[in-house]
């Protein structure tokens, strides 16, 4: 098909042999959203995206037939625009669908507890944290500016079906803000996982699987090393040729010590 890129677009061709639009202006395809594609668990019926951007997260758990449907909500109109043409791009109309709305107002009514899973990679950033402006699109992504964190959790948990999950990729120093908000959200955290660049630095983002109406139980996954020596670990090259995390990362349930 022929391709129509618009000015401050370009081309390029990603994991799971996607070609994605992207605007040169924004926020592009990054390894926060390769993570939380990898992490989502297991194949469920329906889900939803919050906060799309070019739609890559939904691309490719479609491309790998993780679900039935995939919504992709954005509420920025032209980069809900780009995951449109990013899906027809992919070929990908029945799996995936472009909705332009606000987490702050969506579901409605029609769609409340209608999704096996929620997933997002939603703005870490608060609006009084460093300049930004509400009319940068790069700015919106990273900024609260049309929805905090409690608002993510909100429209996760009257999306979910009772015992859905939700999945989220955010930033260490808010990790006691996230919490907060699942649990005042009816989602219990119960899987996760600190990822570093290298061995010697502090975590850069971290990884967390919640479920709505679940029972108290944390499994926090060995931490995950993205290169070593200037080359890929062992755990990050399993997930860039499988498009899933390795077995120790998957765990359900802690594990069980016993007291000496």
Not at 66 to 77: A, K
Request: aromatic share 8%; charged share 30%.
């Amino acid at each position: 098909m022929e391709i129509l890129l618009e000015e401050h677009e370009r081309l390029d061709e990603v994991n799971d042999k996607l070609s994605l639009i992207q605007k040169l202006d924004g926020l592009t395809f990054g390894t926060d959203a390769l993570l939380l594609a990898g992490f989502v668990g297991k194949p469920a019926g329906r889900a939803l995206e919050l906060g799309g951007g070019s739609g890559i997260i939904s691309l490719l758990l479609a491309t790998r037939e993780r679900f039935s449907h995939i919504d992709c909500l954005e509420i920025q109109e032209p980069y809900a625009e780009l995951i449109e043409r990013n899906i027809r791009l992919n070929k990908l109309d029945d799996r995936v669908t472009a909705i332009l709305g606000d987490v702050r107002t969506f579901p409605v009514r029609a769609e409340t507890g209608r999704y096996d899973a929620v997933f997002s990679n939603p703005p870490y950033m608060t609006v009084d944290s460093g300049a930004s402006c509400v009319k940068d699109a790069k700015e919106i992504a990273r900024h609260e500016h049309f929805g905090g964190i409690v608002d993510f959790t909100a429209a996760a948990s009257r999306a979910l079906k009772y015992g859905g999950t939700f999945y989220v990729v955010f930033r260490p120093e808010r990790l006691a803000d996230l919490f907060s908000a699942c649990r005042a959200s009816g989602l219990e955290p119960k899987r996760l996982c600190f990822v570093s660049a290298r061995r010697e630095l502090p975590p850069s983002m971290v990884l967390l699987e919640a479920r709505r109406g679940g029972k108290v139980g944390l499994y926090v996954t060995p931490p995950l090393i993205l290169s070593e020596d200037g080359q890929d670990t062992e755990e990050m090259t399993y997930i860039l040729e499988h498009g899933k995390f390795p077995a120790p990362y998957e765990r359900r349930t802690p594990c069980r010590t016993s007291r000496t």
